[in-house]
């Protein structure tokens, strides 16, 4: 493997980048402040997880930003809740998105956890956000579905990371007419060198799990960590641990979200 240079390989015995860890801020008005996005008057079970997962993980102050449908059935004990108007299907409405983005402005990372529901004029006011805010953009489950009409976009757009599963990869990949196809048989050091071109290629983050690696590429560089509980991946924990890392080391996307694996 030593011919892979751009390939780092993380055990939990044997973090990588140990000092993400030990400089976690220790006083909340440090800890960074955090923007999480979704629901809709279906589900919330996403944004709530988020929501609990970054309290876990440390983050300093947060806003959580739902549909106003869903304010009956919101817990108490979401207090950071932000409720914001809500469209016929019971989604985030056009109406919602100067809100939105003040609140993005607030913060110093923004979460699109999902939940949001297949909505077209959700999906519309999420690809504004794309364009419209700059900052750490992190975005995992559904939410990269409902981005799919604006793959190139996303996938140019800086300080940008994508948790997303092996098949929303295929289908960006394949969006974007990137002249590689990803299979799911693929040797893991296959896939790996995929992603290290495609990186180079595009200024995004990826995170995916292929083969009980928990993978990360950014700007060429690669590092894997065994994992062997995808489901933290599908209930937006692993998204939500990564964005609050990642919003105490901004410069340092590729190390803060692999530290936050462990």
């Not at 956890?113 to 519309?124: F, H, K, L, P, Y």
């Not at 996303?154 to 092996?166: A, D, K, M, N, P």
């Not at 993978?215 to 939500?240: K, Y």
Request: charged share 20%; net charge negative; aromatic share 10%.
């Amino acid at each position: 493997m030593d011919m892979y240079s751009y390939w780092q390989k993380q055990t939990p015995d044997g973090p990588l980048f140990p000092d993400i860890e030990w400089n976690k801020p220790e006083q909340k008005r440090y800890a960074g402040k955090l923007t999480i996005i979704g629901g809709n008057k279906l589900g919330f079970a996403a944004p709530a997880q988020s929501y609990s997962d970054a309290l876990k993980a440390g983050i300093g102050d947060m806003r959580v930003v739902l549909p106003d449908a869903l304010r009956r059935a919101i817990p108490a004990t979401m207090v950071d809740s932000v409720f914001v108007p809500t469209n016929a299907s019971g989604g985030i409405s056009k109406d919602a998105e100067e809100e939105i983005l003040g609140l993005c402005a607030w913060s110093d990372g923004v979460l699109l956890i999902g939940d949001t529901g297949r909505n077209s004029e959700t999906a519309i006011v999420m690809e504004s956000l794309l364009q419209r805010y700059s900052g750490p953009l992190t975005v995992t489950r559904d939410g990269i579905d409902l981005l799919k009409n604006s793959a190139e976009v996303l996938l140019q757009r800086e300080q940008t990371v994508l948790v997303v599963s092996f098949a929303q990869l295929q289908k960006l990949f394949q969006a974007v007419y990137y002249p590689k196809t990803l299979l799911f048989s693929m040797q893991l050091t296959s896939f790996v060198e995929a992603l290290h071109k495609f990186t180079i290629t595009f200024p995004v983050a990826l995170v995916v799990l292929h083969q009980e690696q928990l993978i990360v590429a950014h700007d060429g560089n690669i590092t894997s960590t065994p994992f062997t509980e995808p489901m933290r991946i599908w209930r937006g924990s692993v998204a939500s641990r990564a964005a609050v890392y990642w919003i105490w080391n901004q410069q340092k996307p590729l190390e803060a979200v692999t530290a936050s694996f462990l």
